[in-house]
């Protein structure tokens, strides 16, 4: 059972379309991070949430962290090909070890 | 150098030899974290070093897999019996003691292939 599951698992979209994906859990967190992936590469971190209902813009990228502290969402505006990458959401747990969700991989056409 | 180094890039073997990883963290990043990501997939922890504690070792697959840490600078992730599932990119992460928010700063990764 994964402690973070994330929607979609993979999301092919034309440049200049919006989308939203989600990072879901049963238990509560006192914070959250995204971070994004491109190939060959480690992951780099984008944002991180800290407080239940806070909304962060990162240019054309939004983060909400869940007001239950449960789950994130990322939506993109407009998106770039630029924007490609695997997406993934991340937590400090128990011994305060960072896990990952499952990742949402993004794929944006010219 | 200013971020964190993984050596080798890239290691080949054959089934059922030993392989060494290498993670050189950012200097003064008392946590250090090792992950394994296969083919397509997410990150898998694997194992995470903070400061003089012991190890959280939890998400090391098997026995066969084993990992040090010297002081608070260089690790090593070793591989004993290499299997051909055990091919992946493992990926080493470093990061300021920040307990609950800190950000990870990951190094390239070391592709490991299995024969």
């Known amino acids: 059972t994964q402690l973070l599951e994330q929607s979609p698992q993979f999301l092919s979209i034309q440049e200049g379309e919006n989308l939203t994906v989600y990072c879901n859990s049963s238990s509560v967190f006192s914070s959250l991070q995204w971070y994004r992936q491109e190939p060959g590469e480690g992951p780099v971190l984008l944002v991180t949430v800290v407080t239940g209902g806070e909304v962060k813009k990162l240019k054309r990228l939004t983060f909400q962290f869940g007001d239950a502290r449960k789950d994130s969402s990322l939506h993109i505006t407009a998106a770039q090909p630029g924007d490609t990458g695997l997406y993934l959401c991340a937590v400090h747990y128990n011994t305060d070890k960072l896990i990952f969700g499952t990742g949402t991989r993004l794929q944006v056409f010219p | 150098g200013a971020g964190v180094s993984q050596s080798p890039s890239n290691k080949v073997t054959e089934k059922g030899k030993d392989v060494e990883l290498r993670c050189d963290p950012i200097?003064?990043?008392?946590?250090l974290y090792w992950y394994r990501q296969r083919l397509g997939q997410g990150l898998e922890f694997l194992i995470y070093?903070?400061?003089?504690?012991?190890?959280?070792k939890s998400g090391l697959p098997s026995d066969r897999f084993s990992a040090e840490r010297t002081g608070e600078s260089v690790s090593t992730l070793t591989i004993q019996r290499t299997q051909q599932e055990d091919s992946a990119v493992y990926l080493c992460?470093?990061?300021?003691?920040?307990?609950?928010?800190?950000?990870?700063?990951f190094g390239e990764g070391s592709r490991l292939t299995v024969l």
């Open positions: 070093f903070q400061g003089n504690s012991a190890p959280d």
């Open positions: 992460a470093s990061s300021l003691p920040i307990l609950g928010a800190g950000e990870l700063f």
């Open positions: 200097s003064g990043h008392t946590a």
